[in-house]
């Protein structure tokens, strides 16, 4: 039983490790780019994305 609730523990924190990243640079932006039109996008959108973390992720799901 020690094992199953280890392993189920490991993944908890990988999937947290997942979405932090998902929301920081790379993945904020990346996901802001191809969920947004990029017409849409304006300069300030892409240095936010970089400098506030998961503002990328937030401007997706508003687009």
Do not use: Y
């Not at 020690?2 to 392993?7: F, M, Q, V, Y």
């Not at 932006?29 to 937030?58: E, H, K, Q, Y």
């Amino acid at each position: 039983m020690g094992r199953i609730s280890d392993a189920l523990g490991a993944l908890g924190s990988l999937g947290l490790m997942v979405l932090f990243f998902l929301g920081q640079f790379p993945g904020g932006t990346i996901l802001m780019a191809t969920t947004c039109n990029t017409r849409r996008l304006d300069g300030w959108d892409w240095v936010l994305s970089v400098i506030m973390p998961f503002f990328g992720l937030i401007k997706s799901i508003k687009c």
